[in-house]
């Protein structure tokens, strides 16, 4: 079952609550005006029905593209082809699209041709899912060929006419099937799951980049546990990310109740909505997989975990073709996650991994390393930690950050002029080097942090050598 649960979900109606916004309203109105029909179509009637604030507003209309370019002179021609003309009102950009049919779909993507009618049903019987295919009029009037009304009450996610020919068309609407059920956690009918099942091999012929923009809304969604187990249970998750699917049933040791795979997706649901971190938290324990071993007495152990892991999660990344800034953060992540977050770790300790990872990463480590612990099924999680624990480290960091240590070179007493001025010496790398001596001193005693104490420091170290 949906995490929502509900059989019978109440809906907005009457034509107030089913208005779109003013400068929507414009347009269809001049549209109207000029004897075109006009409608809001898609997700934005979706939303408005469930309550939620629409974040795109697409209007379809029997105008031709050139006659909705001579209306709204303001506009961009992207998707010409297609029929679309983006609008661009001083609240948004609004996409007006003309009725069309579509042609063969011979790339899994978009149809060889399009043809454009004055038939509303005809166009929205082109749509994925029949809470998509419905469309308003100007007074909030709804249209509703395909019982998308009645889907959004019942929670479930219908296909318009025969799934497998839905997802013939374009496999990415399989991954499009789970995000709406993560996002709004609703439950696919048998017949779409049955044809995720039968067709996901074609989710190969889409390319990385729509796999990735949708893979990561499901991270993002409110039911994304429900999102992820569904792309198990579809089988879409041994392709697009197998080896997050090769943790099912690998079992862990006395500090994880779970395998690695629901440990790594609850992980993922146990941090705030960011996506670097919920994709460090789901990939972060893969490269347990890889690296593990029973000893004699039978218990597992994971040595080296974290560099499997972290060379596991920059291959999925790079697959995907996440950029490169956000692969950087994700590794920083994982690399560092089992850091040392003991009562008895040294304030020194905590001030050198501040300086490593840096002030915003390491409350985001924080965070991962609370997920991991949440998500172990144990009093006492990763590395045989405690909540409570890792709540007192969290407290000692925000200590440390608000008192006078230096994290950097830059927060140092000194700078290189200082040190070239104050010992005779040129510009070159010995005098990086000394800043980089000076700082791992003030790490260790942040009481040190003066400029006379660092030239003697950096006298000494110069004249020991």
Same mark, same amino acid.
Not at 424 to 448: A, F, K, M, N, T
């Given at each position: 079952?949906?995490?929502?649960?509900?059989?019978?979900?109440?809906?907005?109606?009457?034509?107030?609550?089913?208005?779109?916004?003013?400068?929507?309203?414009?347009?269809?109105?001049?549209?109207?005006?000029?004897?075109?029909?006009?409608?809001?179509?898609?997700?934005?009637?979706?939303?408005?029905?469930?309550?939620?604030?629409?974040?795109?507003?697409?209007?379809?209309?029997?105008?031709?593209?050139?006659?909705?370019?001579?209306?709204?002179?303001?506009?961009?021609?992207?998707?010409?082809?297609?029929?679309?003309?983006?609008?661009?009102?001083?609240?948004?950009?609004?996409?007006?699209?003309?009725?069309?049919?579509?042609?063969?779909?011979?790339?899994?993507?978009?149809?060889?041709?399009?043809?454009?009618?004055?038939?509303?049903?005809?166009?929205?019987?082109?749509?994925?899912?029949?809470?998509?295919?419905?469309?308003?009029?100007?007074?909030?009037?709804?249209?509703?060929?395909?019982?998308?009304?009645?889907?959004?009450?019942?929670?479930?996610?219908?296909?318009?006419?025969?799934?497998?020919?839905?997802?013939?068309?374009? =496999?990415?609407?399989?991954?499009? &099937?789970? +995000?709406? #059920? /993560?996002? *709004?956690?609703?439950?696919?009918?048998?017949? %779409? @799951?049955?044809?995720?099942?039968?067709?996901?091999?074609?989710?190969?012929?889409?390319?990385?980049?729509?796999?990735?923009?949708?893979?990561?809304?499901?991270?993002?969604?409110?039911?994304?546990?429900?999102?992820?187990?569904?792309?198990?249970?579809?089988?879409?998750?041994?392709?697009?990310?197998?080896?997050?699917?090769?943790?099912?049933?690998?079992?862990?040791?006395?500090?994880?109740?779970?395998?690695?795979?629901?440990?790594?997706?609850?992980?993922?649901? =146990?941090?705030?909505?960011?996506? &670097?971190? +919920?994709? #460090? /938290?789901? *990939?972060?324990?893969?490269?347990?997989?890889? %690296? @593990?071993?029973?000893?004699?007495?039978?218990?597992?152990?994971?040595?080296?975990?974290?560099?499997?892991?972290?060379?596991?999660?920059?291959?999925?990344?790079?697959?995907?073709?996440?950029?490169?800034?956000?692969?950087?953060?994700?590794?920083?992540?994982?690399?560092?996650?089992?850091?040392?977050?003991?009562?008895?770790?040294?304030?020194?300790?905590?001030?050198?991994?501040?300086?490593?990872?840096?002030?915003?990463?390491?409350?985001?480590?924080?965070?991962?390393?609370?997920?991991?612990?949440?998500?172990?099924?144990?009093?006492?999680?990763?590395?045989?930690?405690?909540?409570?624990?890792?709540?007192?480290?969290?407290?000692?960091?925000?200590?440390?950050?608000?008192?006078?240590?230096?994290?950097?070179?830059?927060?140092?007493?000194?700078?290189?002029?200082?040190?070239?001025?104050?010992?005779?010496?040129?510009?070159?790398?010995?005098?990086?080097?000394?800043?980089?001596?000076?700082?791992?001193?003030?790490?260790?005693?942040?009481?040190?942090?003066?400029?006379?104490?660092?030239?003697?420091?950096?006298?000494?170290?110069?004249?020991?050598?």
């Amino acid at each position: 079952m949906p995490p929502s649960g509900k059989s019978g979900r109440r809906l907005q109606s009457g034509p107030a609550a089913l208005l779109s916004p003013p400068d929507v309203q414009q347009i269809l109105a001049r549209l109207n005006g000029h004897g075109f029909q006009a409608y809001v179509a898609g997700g934005a009637v979706r939303d408005l029905l469930l309550g939620r604030p629409p974040h795109d507003w697409d209007v379809a209309t029997d105008a031709p593209p050139h006659e909705v370019k001579v209306l709204f002179p303001d506009h961009l021609p992207a998707g010409e082809r297609y029929g679309t003309i983006t609008v661009r009102t001083p609240e948004r950009m609004v996409e007006v699209t003309t009725f069309r049919s579509d042609g063969r779909y011979l790339d899994g993507r978009r149809p060889e041709s399009v043809s454009f009618s004055r038939d509303l049903a005809a166009d929205l019987a082109r749509r994925d899912f029949t809470i998509n295919a419905m469309a308003l009029g100007p007074g909030g009037e709804l249209v509703d060929p395909f019982g998308g009304r009645a889907d959004l009450a019942k929670s479930r996610l219908a296909t318009v006419g025969d799934p497998r020919e839905r997802f013939r068309e374009d =496999a990415l609407r399989m991954l499009r &099937a789970v +995000r709406f #059920a /993560a996002e *709004l956690g609703f439950a696919p009918e048998a017949g %779409v @799951k049955r044809a995720i099942l039968e067709e996901g091999r074609l989710i190969t012929h889409v390319s990385a980049e729509r796999i990735r923009d949708e893979f990561s809304r499901i991270l993002l969604a409110p039911h994304l546990v429900y999102g992820l187990r569904l792309l198990r249970v579809t089988g879409l998750m041994k392709r697009v990310i197998p080896e997050l699917d090769a943790g099912f049933g690998v079992m862990q040791n006395k500090y994880h109740a779970y395998s690695v795979y629901t440990h790594s997706i609850l992980a993922a649901a =146990a941090t705030p909505p960011v996506l &670097a971190l +919920r994709l #460090a /938290a789901l *990939l972060h324990d893969l490269g347990k997989i890889r %690296v @593990k071993s029973v000893d004699p007495g039978g218990a597992a152990h994971f040595y080296g975990h974290e560099t499997a892991s972290v060379e596991l999660a920059e291959r999925i990344l790079a697959r995907l073709h996440y950029p490169a800034s956000l692969i950087a953060r994700v590794r920083l992540l994982i690399r560092h996650h089992m850091f040392s977050a003991s009562p008895a770790v040294k304030d020194s300790t905590i001030r050198k991994l501040i300086a490593g990872v840096g002030a915003k990463t390491i409350h985001d480590l924080i965070r991962l390393r609370t997920a991991d612990a949440l998500s172990s099924g144990r009093e006492q999680g990763a590395g045989g930690l405690s909540l409570e624990d890792i709540n007192l480290f969290a407290e000692r960091v925000e200590r440390i950050l608000a008192g006078p240590a230096a994290f950097r070179r830059k927060d140092l007493a000194v700078t290189g002029h200082d040190l070239m001025q104050g010992l005779s010496r040129p510009p070159g790398p010995e005098i990086g080097r000394l800043l980089d001596y000076l700082l791992g001193q003030v790490l260790e005693h942040p009481e040190w942090n003066s400029r006379e104490t660092l030239l003697a420091l950096a006298r000494d170290h110069v004249d020991s050598r």
